[in-house]
């Protein structure tokens, strides 16, 4: 089969495009053709070497979208020929994939691959920091920052879905904030032309948001909490600045804010379970038409070099999407 692999740590041209085997499955997992998969900047991170332990060669890409061709004797839940999204368990830039059974789920017939394909990391994300980290209740405001990335725009139509009265998105390039906008959020802060605390301030009455979702760290988490309503929740999820995030013990107790966490990828390993209502969910959304996926760019998967470079130049808006059926048909 056709795969990216990445050889050693490093930029962009480290990535090859090769022939290698097709996978092989244990009794707890699904063999994958893969139609599609989504490009995530944690992919970037990979490649770097900072995320994961980098057993090399490996293959980047958290989440697919395909039809299940092998299942394993101890998944009865799936079968072949279902049209499926998943989590694979070594990589998704590939013609095939394997992944076990519990995170993979059959995606309903109205919802096509490049939706699907787009759809797993963001969109379980997405609901799992709001519905069960944040614990949203109805009418709360939520400042998102990244607003215009595949989790930002995400995020702010599930926001709204679970009751958001208003909601506030930080961009760093002006040219994003009608992505944003577009998706749903009633204002958009350009976070490098203004004090973004000072702006949600004003717009809050000075009241400050009950929710902030943070996958910049550093600065923005300080300037965050100088935002952050009483009894409000902060929930930070990235670190794509590179950059720590302080804030003092006493920002928190007597004002009964929380600084929460959460990792989509350590819940993948340590509680896959959970995921299977997170997913039941979610689906039901894209199935009723309430939940879009923005996608903002296609390539073929021996193109995924020059999708690494966009994710990586911050100019890239909505999900990028690798063409894997299409390129190889």
Same mark, same amino acid.
């Given at each position: 089969?056709?795969?990216?692999?990445?050889?050693?740590?490093?930029?962009?041209?480290?990535?090859?495009?090769?022939?290698?085997?097709?996978?092989?499955?244990?009794?707890?997992?699904?063999?994958?053709?893969?139609?599609?998969?989504?490009?995530?900047?944690?992919?970037?991170?990979?490649?770097?070497?900072?995320?994961?332990?980098?057993?090399?060669?490996?293959?980047?890409?958290?989440?697919?979208?395909?039809?299940?061709?092998?299942?394993?004797?101890?998944?009865?839940?799936?079968?072949?020929?279902?049209?499926?999204?998943?989590?694979?368990?070594?990589?998704?830039?590939?013609?095939?994939?394997?992944?076990?059974?519990?995170?993979?789920?059959?995606?309903?017939?109205?919802?096509?691959?490049?939706?699907?394909?787009?759809?797993?990391?963001?969109?379980?994300?997405?609901?799992?920091?709001?519905?069960?980290?944040?614990?949203?209740?109805?009418?709360?405001?939520?400042?998102?920052?990244?607003?215009?990335?595949?989790?930002?725009?995400?995020?702010?139509?599930?926001?709204?879905?679970?009751?958001?009265?208003?909601?506030?998105?930080?961009?760093?390039?002006?040219?994003?904030?009608?992505?944003?906008?577009?998706?749903?959020?009633?204002?958009?802060?350009?976070?490098?032309?203004?004090?973004?605390?000072?702006?949600?301030?004003?717009?809050?009455?000075?009241?400050?948001?009950?929710?902030? /979702?943070?996958?910049?760290?550093?600065?923005?988490?300080?300037?965050? /909490?100088?935002?952050?309503?009483?009894?409000?929740?902060?929930?930070?999820?990235?670190?794509?600045?590179?950059?720590?995030?302080?804030?003092?013990?006493?920002?928190?107790?007597?004002?009964?804010?929380?600084?929460?966490?959460?990792?989509?990828?350590?819940?993948?390993?340590?509680?896959?379970?959970?995921?299977?209502?997170?997913?039941?969910?979610?689906?039901? /959304?894209?199935?009723?038409?309430?939940?879009?996926?923005?996608?903002?760019?296609?390539?073929?998967?021996?193109?995924?070099?020059?999708?690494?470079?966009?994710?990586?130049?911050? /100019?890239?808006?909505?999900?990028?999407?690798?063409?894997?059926?299409?390129?190889?048909?």
């Amino acid at each position: 089969m056709k795969a990216i692999i990445v050889p050693e740590f490093g930029a962009t041209e480290v990535m090859q495009y090769v022939e290698i085997e097709t996978p092989k499955i244990k009794p707890s997992q699904v063999l994958i053709r893969v139609e599609k998969t989504s490009v995530n900047y944690a992919d970037v991170k990979a490649r770097y070497g900072n995320k994961g332990k980098g057993n090399f060669p490996f293959i980047p890409g958290l989440d697919t979208s395909g039809v299940i061709v092998e299942v394993g004797a101890e998944v009865n839940h799936l079968q072949p020929g279902q049209r499926v999204i998943a989590f694979p368990a070594n990589g998704s830039y590939a013609e095939f994939v394997v992944a076990e059974g519990i995170l993979t789920y059959e995606i309903p017939d109205s919802m096509d691959f490049t939706t699907a394909a787009a759809c797993p990391t963001v969109s379980f994300l997405s609901y799992k920091l709001l519905a069960d980290i944040a614990r949203i209740e109805q009418g709360e405001t939520i400042l998102i920052h990244s607003a215009a990335g595949g989790v930002g725009t995400t995020a702010i139509q599930v926001a709204r879905l679970l009751g958001a009265s208003k909601i506030i998105g930080t961009v760093g390039d002006e040219n994003k904030a009608s992505v944003a906008l577009k998706a749903g959020a009633d204002h958009v802060i350009c976070y490098n032309n203004d004090d973004f605390s000072r702006k949600v301030n004003e717009l809050t009455d000075n009241q400050g948001v009950d929710i902030v /979702l943070d996958s910049i760290a550093g600065e923005i988490t300080a300037q965050s /909490l100088t935002c952050l309503a009483p009894y409000g929740r902060l929930v930070q999820f990235g670190n794509s600045s590179g950059s720590v995030g302080n804030f003092k013990t006493s920002d928190l107790h007597s004002s009964c804010r929380s600084v929460l966490g959460f990792s989509l990828g350590t819940t993948r390993k340590k509680r896959p379970e959970t995921l299977q209502s997170t997913a039941k969910e979610v689906l039901k /959304l894209f199935s009723e038409g309430k939940l879009k996926m923005e996608v903002g760019h296609h390539y073929p998967l021996e193109a995924a070099i020059t999708a690494h470079k966009l994710i990586e130049s911050r /100019l890239s808006t909505g999900k990028i999407i690798l063409d894997v059926r299409d390129s190889l048909s």
